[in-house]
């Protein structure tokens, strides 16, 4: 697949590049990015590396798409937003943002762009029909930014996630193409909090 840039109204979503190192790392070795990622511990050039090839590997074979989030007027990279295992019409979405970046949006937007374009048919999109987000069941900052994008709640797997040693209760949420984005299902039902709209 070739690579694919997206824009909204502050932000740049392009493929990371090797000049992309330092910001990677920068938000890698953040504490909330180990509490709620699978980043390798310690994150230094040797994992980035892997990691830029992972992704030019999925892009390669349409798995995998990554994309760094820039402000339009700063190539400097805020975060990343990743589509993976897509296959079958579907892909699950993942995102981190270093702490400078956090808490203005940023993320909402960029996912929002994303998920656009998935449901769009090809060649301008993806043909997805679902995008399926599943998190440590405590990440409010992540779940927020799930259900501000337009996904419902789709429950919660008790003690399904093994995250550094340690068993958590795992929640599951997606939006599927002809969903009303506006209105997201189900998060009043959680017992993590997740009501606050
Ligand atoms: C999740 C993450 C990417 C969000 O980034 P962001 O750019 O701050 O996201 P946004 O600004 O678009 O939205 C964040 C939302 O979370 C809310 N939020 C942030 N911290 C929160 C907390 N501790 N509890 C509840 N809500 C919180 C914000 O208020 C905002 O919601 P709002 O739009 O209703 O105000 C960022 O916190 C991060 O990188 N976390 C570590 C990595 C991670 O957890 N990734 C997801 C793994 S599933």
Redesign the pocket.
Known sequence: MDPVTLRTDRLVLSPPEESDADAVIAYATDP??IA??PVPVPYGDAEFVEWLERCRTGRAEGTRLAWGMRRAEDPRLL?TVELFGIADGSAEV????HPD????????EAVSRVVDWAFTEPPHGLGLVRVQWR?IAT????A??AR?VGMSFEGLRRSASVHRGRRHDEALAAVLRDDDRSAPQGWTASPYGWSAA
């Open positions: 909330d990015v709620y990622t975060g993942g995102y981190a943002v970046g956090r808490g203005h949006g940023f993320t909402t998190a990440n409010r900052a992540s927020a930014v501000r």
